[in-house]
Nanobody, 123 residues
Framework: VQLQASGGGLVQAGGSLRLSCAAS????????MGWFRQAPGKEREFVAY????????YYTDSVKGRFTISRDNAKNTVYLQMNSLTPEDTAVYYC?????????????????WGHGTQVTVSS
């Protein structure tokens, strides 16, 4: 499966962005999907996960209550709605596909990655 993330940009603190991850090659409904991010000089970190049917979601603590992951299997797309953004959210955001059914938060669990999209939050 090929993944393409989009929707990043420059936003002021407190603002919102919605990232999209469009899949091609195979239906995204076959995969658990995750969003990760990587800030300059830091390791790539887990942000959010959504299960095959969209009912199971999981977030890293720092984004709980602010970010929402969702999926539209009919459109073969996964989304990350990001609200109340802070400068600490500045990073390149990546979507990834996980060929399994349990919650996956580690980069090594994901077999497919898209190119990232830059999110910059100004103070």
């Amino acid at each position: 499966v090929q993944l393409q993330a989009s929707g990043g940009g420059l936003v002021q603190a407190g603002g919102s962005l919605r990232l999209s991850c469009a899949a091609s090659g195979r239906t995204v409904s076959s995969y658990g999907m995750g969003w990760f991010r990587q800030a300059p000089g830091k390791e790539r970190e887990f942000v959010a996960y959504i299960g095959l049917n969209g009912r199971n979601t999981y977030y890293t603590d720092s984004v709980k209550g602010r970010f929402t992951i969702s999926r539209d299997n009919a459109k073969n797309t996964v989304y990350l709605q990001m609200n109340s953004l802070t400068p600490e959210d500045t990073a390149v955001y990546y979507c990834a596909a996980y060929p399994g059914a349990k919650i996956a938060t580690q980069t090594y669990e994901y077999g497919y990655w898209g190119h990232g999209t830059q999110v910059t939050v100004s103070s």
